[in-house]
């Protein structure tokens, strides 16, 4: 071959590497569909996490995007619209923001709860050979089969929020689990102190998230040592909000309408359990428990309805899988000093796991002055008044 015939030959090369590093545009959410319910006794095992003492708190490192810009590109699949408005109203733009900060193209769509369509935007965003896959799991068969494709296409997938068992993700960025559990547990132990005896319903979360089981066992491991009575307990399919406030109602009558207090594993079926309380007198007497710090939680600590929520700081989640898919894209060791254990896969995932915030009526304003909640979502009407006596001011 002579010299030009190899000149012509290397260029071509070069051009075609330039357009496999291509991503895609975002998409518009719109709202999921509901889901149907089943026992709680269906929770697979779950994935226990291990770290050192200074785990306790968020690392450093995970606080603020990366520094250096990393280039190429991610795409990340968000689950639902449906089960928390978090993931559209914070997870998104901290998403959006820690990458561009980052230098990473960012694709970012929600499957909006379906299994076909969670799967359909993996395959389409693993056509488009994107460096790094971001996923929230919404089905872990689903999730599986999506990592497995990832990994042989070559792209390594890092599970955000929820870790997928039996999955094949490189890493792994979320809020401890069980520590969460652990806060709203004794959130709702505190609360019926002057109750012995205290009766108790549980309404977790969906059987298939493992987040879920690390709440359950997060919470049991503080309520089962408090002289409290499981009336009973029942797991919510995929987060149902609605589902959540039919079996509620089903359990309270089928208590003959007593109650003490409720261990309700996030806001949004928080919110349909204060529904049904009102309905029967009872909101504002019964401590209701939560988790996302969403404007309708903060909304009802500040008006008496509920009792606790955990705050997880969604840029600081988004900026732990920034700094991972950095490290992924460059080729460097993120420096993670954390697992989580996978018993369905036998592995141990390396992971960053930040620290929750128990948000009381002592502190509900943290949410809203460090900027995740705006003012103006939480204090209106008569919300105003409570705000201010909270020390919430408007920026």
Not at 336 to 355: A, M, W
Request: aromatic share 4%.
């Amino acid at each position: 071959m002579n010299k030009t015939a190899i000149r012509l030959v290397a260029v071509a090369a070069v051009a075609g590497l330039g357009i496999a590093g291509c991503s895609s545009k975002k998409s518009t959410a719109t709202p999921a569909a509901s889901s149907t319910p089943a026992a709680a006794s269906s929770a697979p095992a779950a994935a226990t996490t291990s770290a050192p003492a200074a785990a306790s708190s968020a690392p450093a490192a995970a606080s603020s995007a990366p520094a250096a810009a990393a280039g190429g590109s991610v795409g990340v699949i968000l689950p639902d619209t449906q089960s928390s408005t978090r993931w559209e109203t914070a997870d998104r733009p901290a998403l959006t923001k820690a990458f561009a900060d980052a230098g990473i193209k960012a694709d970012i769509q929600n499957a909006l709860g379906d299994k076909a369509k969670f799967q359909s935007i993996a395959q389409g965003m693993i056509q488009e050979k994107v460096n790094v896959l971001i996923i929230t799991d919404i089905d872990p068969s689903t999730s599986i089969q999506v990592e497995q494709e990832a990994g042989a296409a070559g792209i390594k997938v890092i599970d955000y929020d929820r870790l997928v068992l039996g999955g094949s993700a490189a890493y792994y960025a979320s809020y401890d689990g069980v520590q969460v559990g652990v806060e709203q547990g004794q959130c709702l132990a505190d609360a019926l102190k002057s109750k012995p005896n205290a009766q108790v319903i549980f309404i977790d979360g969906s059987p298939t998230d493992n987040n879920a089981t690390l709440f359950g066992q997060g919470a049991h491991s503080i309520l089962d040592k408090a002289p409290i009575k499981k009336v009973s307990e029942q797991a919510i399919p995929g987060w149902d909000n609605a589902q959540a406030g039919k079996t509620f109602t089903q359990l309270l009558t089928a208590n003959n309408n007593k109650v003490d207090g409720v261990y309700v594993m996030n806001d949004g079926m928080a919110q349909s359990v204060i529904t049904v309380l009102k309905a029967q007198g009872l909101a504002g007497k019964i401590p209701v428990t939560g988790q996302d710090a969403t404007k309708e939680g903060l909304t009802s600590i500040l008006e008496g309805d509920q009792t606790c929520t955990i705050y997880k700081d969604a840029a600081q989640e988004a900026n732990a899988a920034a700094k991972l898919a950095v490290a992924i894209i460059k080729g460097t060791d993120p420096g993670t000093t954390q697992t989580s254990h996978d018993p369905k896969g036998n592995r141990d995932v390396p992971s960053i796991l930040l620290k929750p915030e128990l948000i009381t009526k002592a502190n509900v304003g943290d949410p809203i002055k460090s900027g995740a909640v705006p003012y103006a979502d939480v204090c209106t009407g008569a919300v105003v008044a409570l705000c201010t006596a909270a020390g919430i001011t408007a920026p």
